[in-house]
């Protein structure tokens, strides 16, 4: 009966939140409001009975915190790795003629939650098995927690934080730059669950699934793991999908979680199989690595030999075009798959790649196309000397020992939208509203043609209003997020122009340099701006370029006329990085991204560049021992190599344990 009334507060939870999105977000209504009001009462009425409130219940709402650090806090036991194999029938020997759970191995963040009183007293993070952080804000923020539950004794459970494939793509639609974009969901979630700030981690959309009860005081689960599963589904918590096995009907169980990878939007690496028999399982004891009454499985990546087709090549808003695979499909982990993206033209030459070459190809985590590698090696793929867009020349580029093609075409229609997408974007001008198919349909109509324009769109509002999807209430807000844009920086008007090469970073230091001056900034010639530490001759071309064409200071001017620049008040206390430049690379832990690391040492009067130079202070790399490139330049330039955790606690003062 419990469990039933649960559910019914996840179905209310969910329906009730749908609604709101839909009533404030998306100007429509799914529901009456004697119909909300209605599905909300019993809601409460559900919450008071069941003494089970989610974190994202609508009766609830979660209070934003930011923190200095998060602190360390030792695990009451060690958190070992799992056996792995990739034999199934290995996996049916193990069992010894007993049952078990099979499950997701998920792949995200494992978390540490500690319940006390029926209320979440503590969360951390796994660490490095031994000691974790404490995140317990952030972990208040995730989207199917329960922060009240009806048990009152302490509770102890594992859990692996997750962001879904939806809100991963969702999260990365958002950001225009190709570089800035998230790689997977599981580094996403890593940096979102350890934010100082627990506002960023409830935007997120972070998930947790329970995997493991540690301790439940006074409670008889007839020595069954699966009775424990039962228990914490009844307390309102999300539990990973599982099925209990035995050795007649593994293979088929194994199978059955196979044909669901390629639609799971949670993201798994592999599955778990654990004894059901918890005395049994405990009473095997442990390696010196691993604990015996678990075992891991991992998936094999699935290779398939086929034929290159040709190489179709896609522009971008920067002009950059991008060589993508297109071969005989073939069909991988249970889906039909015929193209691959080759990234750059590195890589393409690096396959030798050939229309009519044999390659193999595998999905990288089960999910994404790649070629493992060419059996042909013809290398005659030849490199397109127009753009396939607008037929203006081309040119290869070499950036960072990475060679990459580009469009020279600064009227090139794909560079269009992408770049009014770029101008609209969070990190840009913040235009909430302007999706990149919206504004497909305002260039197609006329209404906007260079940045100015879209601060005239008073001047289409009937014609805007009677289009699909809008109305008045969606031109209103629209407008409104216009209007609030006037408001800006000029590191996001630099950056929101576009100009090849220029990033966020890029912006931000080349305002510093120049103390937010836009005049000295447009002056600049090649030379001045090359010997500021971190730019380049590439940065400082590609702007000086920009700046020095009448036709984009023209529109410069005009655009400049629609806003009201604010300087920043830099402290100066604040600056403790000033004059050190970093190179930031690899994934990181703390971090969402390398950009929001990025930041926070420009805000502390840093730079970071790209490349490692006789001039870069510290290279940040998690993988300090690896033999890649940057690695090897620092050692040869004798520049020191630290993780993020030696980095933070040099440079930002945080304790390690």
Known sequence: MQSAKVERIRELVELLNR?????????REIMSNFEYDKRYDELAALERETGVILSNSPTVKVGYEAVDELPKERHESPMLSLGKTKSREELRDWLQGRSAILSWKLDGLTIVLTYREGKLAKAVTRGNGEIGEVITNNAMTFQNLPVNIAYRGELILRGEAVISYSDFEKINR?????????????????????????EITAKRRVQLFAFALVKAEGVDFGNSREKQFRFLQEQGFSVVEHRLVTEENILEAISDFEKKVEDNDIPSDGLVLTYDDIAYGEGLGRT??????????????????????????????????????IFEPVELEGTTVSRASVHNISI?????????????????????????????????????????????????????????????????????????TLFASRDAMNIDGLSEATLEKFIDRGFIREYADLYHLDRHRQKIIQMEGFGEKSYRNLEDSVNASRRTTLPRLIYALGIANIGAANAKMLCRHFDYDLERLKSADVETLSAIEGVGEVIATAFAEYMGDPENLKRLDRLLSELDLEKPQVDEDSQTLAGLVFVVTGSLNHYGSRGELKEEIERRGGKVTGSVTGKTTCLINNDSASGSTKNKKARELQVPVLTEEEFLERYFGREQS
Not at 174 to 198: H, M, T
Not at 375 to 396: A, H, M, N
């Open 174 to 198: 958002e950001i225009p730059d190709a570089e800035e974009k998230y790689k997977n969901p599981r580094n996403l979630c890593s940096g979102s669950v350890r934010q100082l700030n627990n």
């Open 348 to 420: 393409l030459r690096g396959l030798k790649l050939g229309i009519g070459d044999r390659i193999t190809v595998y999905k990288a985590n089960m999910i994404i196309p790649q070629i493992a590698e060419n059996l042909t090696g013809s290398d005659t793929v030849e490199i397109p000397k127009v753009c396939p867009v607008c037929g203006q020349p081309t040119q290869i580029r070499q950036i960072n020992e990475v060679q990459s093609l580009y469009c020279v075409n600064g009227k090139c229609p794909a560079k269009s939208i992408k770049a009014f």
């Open 288 to 325: 010196a690595k691993f604990p015996r009454h678990s075992i891991a499985f991992k998936w094999a990546d699935e290779l398939k030999e086929t034929t290159l087709r040709e190489i179709e090549w896609s522009a971008s808003r920067t002009g950059l075009i991008n060589p993508v695979a």
């Open 19 to 27: 609604a709101s999105q839909a009533y404030y977000a998306q100007d």
